[in-house]
């Protein structure tokens, strides 16, 4: 507990902290209503909840960089031999780490999915479309799993902090798993494209925020067991790396 109330001192110090996390409220918020502006009648397959959760593109990028930023200016500034000197074991101070970015990433997500739900609903509601209510059946599931995405995502970012020691690396890192896999991913040869499509650990944990589901899609808990695995094995990598090189 002293470790993990020395690491939330650092965290609220830093501005970083802040900004990304408003940065994932606010753009979550803002792509979800821009990617509905444009719809003038429901599809078929319509699910307004996923609808108004496609800003997650953009805030899952930005909430991963909130993960990385709790560890990458320790190396950058040189000071991570100052705590790795106050806390030598190392595992227990990425562990803290990792509990003090959860729970910001918890208000965080939490903060996001209902702001945009939120928006997006009134917006539909006004423009006389279906909209998605809480006491729709699957709403409540897909808002929690939403939050529960997005802190996941989140802890990746901590991992991959530990393994890049650069912002820069973690940015791009990310930025390739998070965005340019899922879009290139259905573009591959058979079978691998439809394989990495459907269970990519990314594209799988978003079922977990589907309401209405399509053809072929995994069920919303099992995608989001593959992402949090994916996150235990990198997370798991971080750690090993930790005690293995040097500060």
Same mark, same amino acid.
């Given at each position: 507990?002293?470790?993990?109330?020395?690491?939330?001192?650092?965290?609220?110090?830093?501005? @970083?902290?802040?900004?990304? =996390?408003?940065?994932?409220? #606010?753009?979550?918020?803002?792509?979800?209503? /821009?990617?509905?502006?444009?719809?003038?009648?429901? !599809?078929?397959? *319509?699910?307004?909840?996923? &609808?108004?959760?496609?800003?997650?593109?953009?805030?899952?990028?930005?909430?991963?960089?909130?993960?990385?930023?709790?560890?990458?200016?320790?190396? =950058?500034?040189?000071?991570?031999?100052?705590?790795? &000197?106050?806390? %030598?074991?190392?595992?227990?101070?990425?562990?803290?780490?990792?509990?003090?970015?959860? =729970?910001?990433?918890?208000?965080?997500?939490?903060?996001?999915?209902?702001?945009?739900?939120?928006?997006?609903?009134?917006?539909?509601?006004?423009?006389?479309? !279906?909209?998605?209510?809480?006491?729709?059946?699957?709403? !409540?599931? &897909?808002?929690?799993?939403?939050?529960?995405?997005?802190?996941?995502? +989140? $802890?990746?970012?901590?991992?991959? #902090?530990?393994?890049?020691? @650069?912002?820069?690396?973690?940015?791009?890192?990310?930025?390739?798993?998070?965005?340019?896999? %899922?879009?290139?991913? %259905?573009?591959? %040869? &058979?079978? $691998?494209?439809? *394989?990495?499509?459907?269970?990519?650990?990314?594209?799988?944990?978003?079922?977990?925020?589907?309401?209405?589901?399509?053809?072929?899609? /995994?069920?919303?808990? $099992?995608?989001?067991?593959?992402?949090?695995? +994916?996150?235990?094995?990198?997370?798991?990598?971080?750690? =090993?790396?930790?005690?293995?090189?040097?500060?």
């Amino acid at each position: 507990m002293r470790t993990i109330r020395s690491e939330w001192t650092k965290l609220r110090g830093l501005r @970083s902290t802040w900004i990304t =996390a408003a940065s994932t409220v #606010g753009s979550g918020a803002a792509l979800g209503v /821009l990617g509905a502006a444009d719809l003038t009648a429901p !599809p078929e397959d *319509w699910d307004p909840t996923a &609808a108004s959760l496609k800003g997650f593109l953009f805030a899952q990028l930005v909430i991963g960089m909130l993960g990385a930023l709790s560890v990458t200016p320790e190396y =950058a500034t040189g000071t991570i031999g100052t705590s790795l &000197a106050a806390v %030598p074991a190392r595992s227990r101070l990425l562990a803290a780490k990792a509990a003090v970015v959860a =729970a910001i990433a918890v208000a965080t997500g939490l903060a996001t999915t209902l702001v945009s739900f939120a928006a997006v609903q009134l917006m539909l509601d006004v423009a006389g479309l !279906p909209p998605a209510t809480l006491s729709d059946p699957g709403v !409540p599931r &897909a808002l929690v799993g939403g939050t529960l995405y997005l802190t996941i995502i +989140a $802890l990746i970012g901590v991992a991959v #902090g530990a393994l890049t020691r @650069s912002t820069t690396s973690s940015l791009a890192v990310l930025v390739g798993a998070l965005l340019l896999v %899922p879009a290139l991913a %259905p573009g591959l %040869p &058979a079978p $691998l494209g439809d *394989w990495l499509a459907r269970h990519w650990p990314i594209t799988a944990g978003q079922a977990v925020y589907t309401v209405v589901p399509t053809d072929g899609a /995994l069920t919303p808990w $099992l995608g989001l067991a593959i992402l949090a695995a +994916a996150a235990a094995a990198i997370s798991t990598a971080s750690h =090993a790396a930790l005690h293995t090189r040097d500060a």
